[in-house]
């Protein structure tokens, strides 16, 4: 999983999901990978496969056949030009912990607080969706 700033100012994610054998791209505004992100992402698995040293494990890895979602559904969307940042963010997080984002744009400027405050007190929380 890696953020993305694409037109230098805009902020997507790319989820390499090895268990369900599939890319997902979110963009925060829902608009298409134009940029090449998940391609980007498959050429660097498919080169991590290609030069592993655990070749026979990584033989039943073909990230070339994986198919991409670009528009998860059930993402949140952000509705102004100043939360994709935030937003990327803790889609990350929600993917990373194996749960479904439930955030919304109402929510954005708590978890901005809660960014600040994690970043200053150089702590991570272990706390329940907004």
Known sequence: MFPALV???????AVIDMDG???IYYDPKGAYD?????????EWLEKEVEES??????????PGSWPVFTKPGS???QKNNSS???????VAEHFERG???VFSQKHVQILR?????ILSCQKILDTKDP
């Open 75 to 77: 993402l949140p969307k």
């Open 7 to 13: 037109d230098s100012n805009h902020w997507v994610l």
């Open 99 to 101: 749960v479904k984002p």
């Open 21 to 23: 054998e599939q890319f």
């Open 84 to 90: 994709r940042g935030i937003c990327v963010l803790y």
């Open 34 to 42: 134009d940029h090449g992100v998940i391609e980007c992402a498959r």
């Open 53 to 62: 040293s655990d070749q026979d494990q990584m033989a039943e890895i073909k």
């Open 113 to 117: 607080y809660r960014t600040v405050w």
